[in-house]
């Protein structure tokens, strides 16, 4: 494997709906839950894979579930993303195509310190972590086990590059907004709405226009 960037960052799409009760709550929400607090939310993910992270364990720590975690990638223009800009996926109902997907950035570095502050359980997965072979570990030395090139990879047609550039980094329960450090969107309309809804907001990071996180 490729050895870790120093600097690693981290990044969560979701639709820029969910934007403002995000700011509302001061966190983003597990999918856990959400679901046990009947949010209101736009779902940009595939339905039975949401499921079945439910129940999935997250074996670096006993008792918890994949799906008891926010999930962010370590990369942006993500696998999933590139699933969703093409908007024919038998298992997602969502259709409305890349444009409305924001990104949130954190840097890795801050998020597992405010953890360790906070006694916040935190971890990451080598791959997909809604497989089922899915590797957990929770310890910062072990980012090695990433696969690195595949996760900065453009072209993932081949299975283990697709595998790597999905491995994920998981809060539990609650990822608090004040560690977005910055807001990717695909164009300067995009920009603008976003704008407009941190108008009023606590914390406020930078939005920028970022075509290359997109496809």
């Known amino acids: 494997m490729s050895p870790p960037p120093a600097h690693p960052k981290i990044y969560h799409i979701t639709h820029v709906d969910n934007l ?3 700011i509302a709550d001061g966190a983003l ?3 856990a839950l959400r679901i046990a607090e009947t949010k209101n939310h736009t779902n940009i993910g595939m339905t039975a894979i949401k499921q079945r992270r439910l129940g999935l364990p997250v074996r670096c720590h006993p008792e918890t579930m994949v799906g008891d975690f926010v999930p962010f990638y370590f990369c942006p223009r993500s696998v999933m993303l590139y699933i969703l800009h ?4 038998p298992e997602i109902t969502y259709t409305a195509g890349q444009r409305p997907i924001v ?3 954190a ?3 801050a998020v ?3 953890a360790e502050v906070n006694g916040q359980r935190w971890a990451f997965s080598t791959s997909n972590a809604g497989a089922a072979y899915a590797e957990f570990f929770n310890t910062l030395v072990r980012l090695d086990r990433i696969d690195w090139k595949a996760v900065h990879a453009t072209d993932f047609r081949d299975p283990p590059i697709k595998e790597g550039k999905q491995a994920e980094f998981l809060l539990h329960e609650r990822f608090p907004w004040c560690l977005v450090e910055h807001v990717g969107v695909i164009d300067a309309a995009a920009k603008a709405q976003v704008t407009e809804v941190l108008a009023n907001a606590a914390h ?3 939005v920028t226009v970022k075509t290359n996180w997109y496809y």
């Open 20 to 22: 403002a009760s995000i």
């Open 29 to 31: 929400c597990s999918d």
């Open 86 to 89: 093409c908007g024919n996926h």
């Open 103 to 105: 990104h949130l950035q």
């Open 107 to 109: 840097d890795l570095l």
């Open 112 to 114: 597992v310190s405010w």
């Open 204 to 206: 406020v990071p930078p």
